[in-house]
């Protein structure tokens, strides 16, 4: 077990910490919160100290008893004993499991609670028993955890959890509707139909519903709240209809709106099970048909009985063991929405247009939203005795400055503003020399001026382009393609790579991909083309696909400025979990780099089950990625930096249990006693926290955060994390990445964790400028998302030193 995170390490001196940024201001959605209010007058128990303010938390249970998962039912229950309940013991909170109040609550007054009868939801009668669980001091330092490093600060910091429900009471009381279960609060009344013709000009409709979002945490010093616009795309179209025309919904979500909204992934389809099959109701423990059971629980009458079911696993943990569990839910496709767009949707410029105008805000109005919401929060919450600070949220930060990026031809840039347009050589000598083409040879005119036009394009980048072997198909037969260039690769050498240019369906395309990447395939590099890309700015294109083969092939194309004092000899590892399964198992992608300025990089996937406690995959993977680091670079690696995203934050212990531990072992698999210095970074991309630059005499407006921003103060905790704003954005509010250290015995100082964490993001040869997280990670991304749409299995040792999923 992890008993603590590590703490920050020091900082360099500040005359070298000024060579390398700039000390900025932001503005954030970020608003100091404080609990004010003075201990009620009337509390049941023995007085307590007038400076001191107590919460009482007590364990709720209902007879008879509900689902654990079923917190409508239980916000129901509540909802409707509500006035009863304050009556007799005034104010309280609710939360699902757990009932506070500010008054210690007398025995007398429990037995009351206990003794009501007249709570009926659905005819079903009801009663709630309370049972005293602990006191907490709501401004003791303990309660509120503030200096505390450990995995389960959040968890453990009872201030925070009673803040966050007295919020969400407050919501509920105002009408909002929570999707979801991340504080996700929305104006049902104020949603829009979104119409959608595609090119067969069939109509389709989203709905778009907007709302805000928020969450208390604490910070070193404070407690925090966060406050951030949200948004959500419903399609009216029922998974049944989806169903009519794909069997592809396994991974996707549905919503459910007869119990306010509920949103389930679908693990698969049932065609065994109809809505006439029965089931045992737990709470009447009589055998019902589903059609019946949603006839009386919801009035729902369900029109096609021969339809099968979708399929929910659900986790929970068992109420007297604490053991984790799993459920299987079925839910009837008729009366379950699918959620966001689908790939045709996305395609159409035209709505992503019209959902963009509900979805994405600018950063003016964005910060705007966030203090109207703020204000409105602070205005509700006042007679809770709970102040938030409206003008709290300007913020100190660090502005990095942007690495030199150096390419062919002794020619170097610093990017300003992040981004760059390369109009130099490569920096190393580029020929594609025996390269083969294959497309149909109806597109053989077009082939000839791509062909052309990429001779062009490589000129640019000093990448010599020689003429291809040109295969020409009569047909659209994927085998026949394939058994052209398999006679080809027995009778002559292997090329460079393949080309393969055409309009072609998804599983013409997989199964090309299979057959180049998998094991048993031919283990060959190759791009695909697709005609219509070429259509608007085809040398534009063509100087990308020139760029991607490149680096697919394991050419360097640039090189950016590694920050002083980092090892020579530093390995940079990136692990990324794939969004989709293979088979119900998870697709963890992992590439590390392989030479000392971070050029070249080692990819495999860790497939692994759910159940698996030791990864031993993941041990091999690092192992074999030492190996060519040493091949490479004749040298062991000194420092070794892994960035580890897909994980969420309850997900900590977890990481640190497995993953850690499981790279110690590459390490010692690679070599007995082998132990490099090592720092291991959980990575978050998905957060509610924004920053914002203040209008200035030559910014009129609000603005995103500069390319290299650090948040490294004020709102964040005592252990080694910050937030990076790395990426340009031009488009919509940048969103910032969070990086959390889970594990650290190097000796670099925090400045240069930044650093090369930035510098990193600009090594992803896919992207002339920053991306969002260091370049390793983002290739991972890549490499698990490849495997997981299109290979399904490990691919081809040829390809291990190649970024053939590019």
């Given at each position: 077990?992890?008993?603590?995170?590590?703490?920050?390490?020091?900082?360099?001196?500040?005359?070298?910490?000024k060579?390398?940024?700039?000390?900025?201001?932001?503005?954030?959605n970020?608003?100091?919160?404080?609990?004010?209010?003075?201990?009620?007058?009337?509390?049941?128990?023995?007085?307590?100290?007038?400076?001191?303010?107590?919460c009482?938390?007590?364990?709720?249970?209902?007879?008879p008893?509900?689902?654990?998962?079923?917190?409508?039912?239980?916000?129901?229950?509540?909802k409707?004993a509500?006035k009863?309940?304050?009556?007799?013991?005034?104010k309280?909170?609710?939360?699902?499991?757990?009932?506070?109040?500010?008054?210690?609550?007398?025995?007398?007054?429990?037995?009351e609670?206990?003794?009501?009868?007249?709570?009926?939801?659905?005819?079903?009668?009801?009663?709630?028993?309370?049972?005293?669980?602990?006191r907490?001091?709501v401004?003791?330092?303990?309660?509120?955890?503030?200096?505390?490093?450990?995995?389960?600060?959040?968890?453990?910091?009872?201030?925070?959890?009673?803040?966050?429900?007295?919020?969400?009471?407050?919501?509920?009381?105002?009408?909002?509707?929570?999707?979801?279960?991340?504080?996700?609060?929305?104006?049902?009344?104020?949603?829009?139909?979104?119409?959608?013709?595609n090119?067969?000009?069939?109509?389709?409709?989203?709905?778009?519903?907007?709302?805000?979002?928020f969450?208390?945490?604490?910070?070193?010093?404070?407690?925090?709240?966060?406050?951030?616009?949200?948004?959500?795309?419903?399609?009216?179209?029922?998974?049944?209809?989806?169903?009519?025309?794909?069997?592809q919904?396994?991974?996707?979500?549905?919503?459910?709106?007869?119990?306010?909204?509920?949103?389930y992934?679908?693990?698969?389809?049932d065609?065994?099970?109809?809505?006439?099959?029965?089931?045992?109701?737990?709470?009447?423990?009589?055998?019902?048909?589903?059609?019946?059971?949603?006839?009386?629980?919801?009035?729902?009458?369900?029109?096609?009985?021969n339809?099968?079911?979708?399929?929910?696993k659900?986790?929970?943990?068992?109420a007297?063991?604490?053991?984790?569990?799993?459920?299987?839910?079925?839910?009837?496709?008729?009366?379950?929405?699918?959620?966001?767009?689908?790939?045709?949707?996305?395609?159409?410029?035209?709505?992503?247009?019209?959902?963009?105008?509900?979805?994405?805000?600018?950063p003016?109005?964005?910060?705007?939203?966030?203090?109207?919401?703020?204000?409105?929060?602070?205005?509700?919450?006042?007679?809770?005795?709970?102040?938030?600070?409206e003008?709290?949220?300007?913020?100190?930060?660090?502005?990095?400055?942007?690495?030199?990026?150096?390419?062919?031809?002794?020619?170097?840039?610093?990017?300003?503003?992040?981004?760059?347009?390369?109009?130099?050589?490569?920096?190393?000598?580029?020929?594609?020399k025996e390269?083969?083409?294959?497309?149909?040879?109806?597109?053989?005119?077009?082939?000839?001026?791509?062909?052309?036009?990429?001779?062009?394009?490589?000129?640019?980048?000093?990448?010599?382009?020689?003429?291809?072997?040109?295969?020409?198909?009569?047909?659209?037969?994927?085998?026949?393609?394939?058994?052209?260039?398999?006679?080809?690769?027995?009778?002559?050498?292997?090329?460079?790579?393949?080309?393969?240019?055409?309009?072609?369906?998804?599983?013409?395309?997989?199964?090309?991909?299979?057959?180049?990447?998998?094991?048993?395939?031919?283990?060959?590099?190759?791009?695909?083309?697709?005609?219509?890309?070429?259509?608007?700015?085809?040398?534009?294109?063509?100087?990308?696909i020139?760029?991607?083969?490149?680096?697919?092939?394991g050419?360097?194309?640039?090189?950016?400025?590694?920050?002083?004092?980092?090892?020579?000899?530093?390995?940079?590892?990136?692990?990324?979990?794939?969004?989709?399964k293979?088979?119900?198992?998870?697709?963890?992608?992992?590439?590390?780099?392989?030479?000392?300025?971070?050029?070249k990089?080692?990819?495999?996937v860790?497939?692994?089950?759910?159940?698996?406690?030791?990864?031993?995959?993941?041990?091999?993977i690092?192992?074999?990625?030492?190996?060519?680091?040493?091949?490479?670079?004749?040298?062991?690696?000194?420092?070794?930096?892994?960035?580890?995203?897909?994980?969420?934050?309850?997900?900590?212990?977890?990481?640190?249990?497995?993953?850690i531990?499981?790279?110690?072992?590459?390490?010692?698999n690679?070599?007995?006693?082998?132990?490099?210095?090592?720092?291991?970074?959980?990575?978050?991309?998905?957060i509610?926290?924004?920053?914002?630059?203040q209008?200035?005499a030559?910014?009129?407006?609000?603005?995103?955060?500069?390319?290299?921003?650090?948040?490294?103060?004020?709102?964040?905790?005592?252990?080694?994390?910050?937030?990076?704003?790395?990426?340009?954005?031009?488009?919509?509010?940048?969103?910032?990445?969070?990086?959390?250290?889970?594990?650290?015995?190097?000796?670099?100082?925090?400045?240069?964790?930044?650093?090369?964490?930035?510098?990193?993001t600009?090594?992803?040869?896919?992207?002339?400028g920053?991306?969002?997280?260091p370049?390793?990670?983002?290739?991972?991304?890549?490499?698990?998302?490849f495997?997981?749409d299109?290979?399904?299995?490990?691919?081809?040792?040829?390809?291990?030193?190649?970024?053939?999923?590019?």
């Amino acid at each position: 077990m992890v008993l603590q995170l590590p703490k920050r390490p020091p900082r360099s001196q500040s005359a070298e910490i000024k060579k390398i940024c700039k000390n900025i201001k932001l503005l954030t959605n970020m608003f100091v919160l404080q609990v004010e209010v003075n201990q009620s007058s009337d509390s049941d128990g023995s007085p307590d100290s007038a400076n001191n303010i107590f919460c009482y938390q007590y364990d709720v249970d209902f007879q008879p008893s509900v689902a654990e998962d079923n917190r409508n039912l239980r916000y129901s229950i509540f909802k409707e004993a509500r006035k009863t309940i304050q009556l007799i013991i005034g104010k309280f909170y609710f939360s699902g499991k757990s009932l506070f109040t500010l008054r210690n609550i007398s025995e007398n007054k429990i037995n009351e609670i206990e003794n009501i009868d007249s709570i009926i939801v659905d005819k079903q009668k009801y009663s709630i028993s309370l049972r005293y669980i602990k006191r907490f001091e709501v401004n003791d330092e303990d309660a509120q955890n503030l200096d505390k490093t450990t995995v389960n600060y959040k968890k453990g910091n009872q201030v925070t959890q009673l803040l966050n429900i007295i919020l969400k009471s407050v919501m509920r009381d105002e009408k909002y509707l929570e999707i979801g279960k991340n504080s996700k609060f929305f104006e049902v009344e104020t949603k829009a139909d979104i119409q959608i013709k595609n090119k067969n000009q069939v109509t389709s409709v989203l709905e778009a519903y907007k709302g805000f979002t928020f969450n208390v945490s604490p910070s070193q010093e404070k407690i925090y709240i966060m406050i951030d616009y949200c948004s959500r795309i419903i399609r009216k179209e029922t998974a049944l209809e989806y169903l009519s025309y794909s069997d592809q919904i396994s991974g996707l979500s549905v919503i459910t709106k007869y119990n306010n909204y509920q949103i389930y992934l679908i693990d698969r389809v049932d065609y065994n099970k109809k809505p006439t099959s029965t089931f045992l109701n737990k709470r009447t423990n009589i055998q019902i048909s589903f059609a019946q059971y949603y006839l009386e629980r919801y009035n729902i009458k369900i029109k096609d009985m021969n339809q099968p079911l979708l399929v929910h696993k659900r986790k929970y943990r068992e109420a007297n063991t604490n053991k984790q569990k799993t459920e299987e839910v079925y839910l009837i496709p008729e009366i379950c929405n699918m959620t966001g767009m689908s790939d045709d949707q996305r395609s159409n410029f035209q709505a992503m247009k019209d959902v963009s105008y509900h979805t994405k805000l600018s950063p003016k109005d964005r910060y705007q939203n966030s203090i109207k919401n703020c204000k409105f929060l602070s205005s509700k919450i006042k007679t809770s005795g709970i102040k938030i600070d409206e003008k709290s949220n300007l913020i100190e930060a660090i502005q990095l400055n942007v690495p030199r990026i150096t390419y062919g031809g002794n020619k170097s840039a610093y990017p300003e503003k992040g981004n760059f347009d390369m109009r130099a050589p490569a920096l190393e000598k580029i020929e594609f020399k025996e390269w083969s083409i294959l497309y149909n040879q109806k597109d053989e005119q077009k082939v000839d001026q791509f062909i052309d036009t990429l001779k062009k394009a490589g000129q640019t980048y000093g990448i010599t382009i020689n003429d291809p072997f040109f295969f020409a198909v009569k047909d659209w037969k994927v085998e026949n393609w394939i058994n052209l260039l398999d006679e080809d690769f027995t009778k002559n050498d292997m090329p460079q790579f393949v080309l393969t240019f055409g309009q072609v369906q998804d599983s013409f395309y997989t199964t090309l991909k299979k057959f180049f990447t998998s094991q048993e395939g031919a283990g060959i590099e190759s791009q695909h083309v697709v005609p219509k890309s070429l259509e608007k700015n085809i040398m534009s294109v063509a100087s990308k696909i020139a760029l991607q083969i490149a680096s697919k092939i394991g050419k360097r194309i640039w090189q950016v400025e590694t920050p002083a004092g980092i090892d020579p000899n530093t390995m940079i590892i990136g692990i990324e979990t794939s969004m989709k399964k293979v088979k119900n198992q998870q697709v963890i992608g992992v590439v590390a780099s392989i030479n000392k300025d971070f050029t070249k990089y080692f990819s495999d996937v860790d497939i692994r089950t759910e159940n698996d406690t030791t990864l031993p995959t993941l041990s091999n993977i690092v192992a074999k990625a030492i190996q060519s680091y040493v091949k490479n670079t004749k040298s062991l690696p000194a420092e070794v930096i892994v960035y580890r995203q897909g994980l969420g934050e309850g997900q900590i212990q977890q990481s640190f249990d497995l993953e850690i531990k499981a790279i110690q072992n590459g390490f010692n698999n690679f070599k007995q006693g082998f132990s490099p210095r090592l720092a291991f970074f959980q990575v978050n991309r998905k957060i509610g926290q924004k920053f914002y630059q203040q209008p200035s005499a030559e910014k009129m407006e609000i603005q995103n955060p500069a390319s290299g921003t650090i948040v490294a103060s004020d709102i964040i905790h005592n252990n080694f994390e910050f937030y990076m704003a790395a990426q340009n954005c031009n488009s919509g509010v940048c969103t910032p990445t969070k990086y959390t250290c889970l594990y650290n015995n190097t000796n670099l100082k925090e400045d240069q964790i930044w650093q090369l964490t930035y510098y990193q993001t600009f090594n992803y040869y896919n992207w002339q400028g920053p991306v969002r997280v260091p370049a390793a990670m983002k290739y991972a991304e890549k490499l698990a998302k490849f495997v997981s749409d299109n290979l399904h299995d490990i691919a081809h040792e040829n390809l291990m030193n190649s970024l053939f999923y590019l």
